[in-house]
């Protein structure tokens, strides 16, 4: 089985400020790992992955990501915050042993955390 | 994505109805998707295909169809439609390859009354 969880459902800082957004998951081997975005009235946009190699990872609009195994978890994060950074935020992950006949080729999707930059 | 539409962007139907909703795309991506996201729940998976003679259940199939027509098309049905099945639904596709990313369409909001 696979799970992502996405403890905070909001997340409110000040534009400038640096910004986290939580991600931790759980897999039976190891995982590939995903961050997407939602503007309001949009589909989901990509904004980076990890796959093996380093484990910061850097994507869109100035976005990173760190892959921590011993904690399992893949925080987002960015430097300093813009307003138009304002979005909501998944999450997602994918088991890269999964047997071909249950979790292959699927993405299991946290419940999303809404970031708010003020201005 | 303008690479992966839906049709229609809206539509508000009545329980009972049965309703058609179609994704098209042209990234040439064999693998296609069909998510469901309401409030507060993130997205969960439908149906996916990923190929034109594959395709699997995901985590809530019940009450809902799928007809992969073509490469590009992929159809999500709601046989006999039902209030709590009201929710934004989205298409995606991939490569064929557990690494890559999905892109998603713009969304269909459906409203059962």
């Known amino acids: 089985a696979q799970s992502v969880a996405q403890p905070e459902d909001q997340v409110n800082v000040a534009e400038g400020n640096p910004l986290t957004v939580k991600c931790t998951y759980s897999?039976?081997?190891?995982?590939?790992l995903f961050w997407y975005v939602q503007y309001p009235n949009r589909g989901l946009q990509f904004l980076l992955k990890?796959?093996?190699?380093?484990?910061l990872v850097k994507g869109s609009y100035g976005f990173e990501a760190e892959f921590n195994k011993s904690q399992t978890s893949f925080h987002l994060k960015k430097p300093s915050a813009l307003v138009s950074d304002s979005a909501l935020y998944f999450c997602?992950?994918?088991?890269?042993?999964?047997?071909?006949?249950?979790?292959?080729?699927?993405?299991?999707f946290g419940d999303g955390t809404t970031l708010t930059v003020k201005p | 994505d303008a690479d992966v539409t839906q049709t229609p962007r809206n539509r508000i139907t009545k329980t009972g109805k049965r309703i058609m909703l179609e994704c098209s795309q042209t990234k040439g991506h064999d693998r296609m998707y069909w998510y469901r996201q309401d409030p507060g729940l993130g997205l969960q998976l439908i149906y996916y295909?990923?190929?034109?003679?594959?395709?699997n259940k995901g985590e809530i199939s019940d009450g809902y169809s799928v007809s992969r027509q073509a490469q590009a098309k992929f159809s999500l049905s709601l046989e006999s439609a039902i209030p709590n099945q009201t929710a934004l639904y989205f298409c995606?596709?991939?490569?064929?390859?557990?690494?890559?990313?999905?892109?998603f369409g713009p969304g269909t909001r459906l409203t059962v009354l």
């Open positions: 295909s990923f190929d034109v003679k594959d395709i």
């Open positions: 995606a596709t991939s490569v064929a390859s557990g690494s890559e990313e999905q892109f």
């Open positions: 997602a992950v994918r088991d890269i042993l999964s047997p071909w006949n249950t979790n292959a080729g699927k993405s299991t």
């Open positions: 990890y796959i093996t190699g380093d484990n």
């Open positions: 897999v039976s081997g190891n995982p590939y």
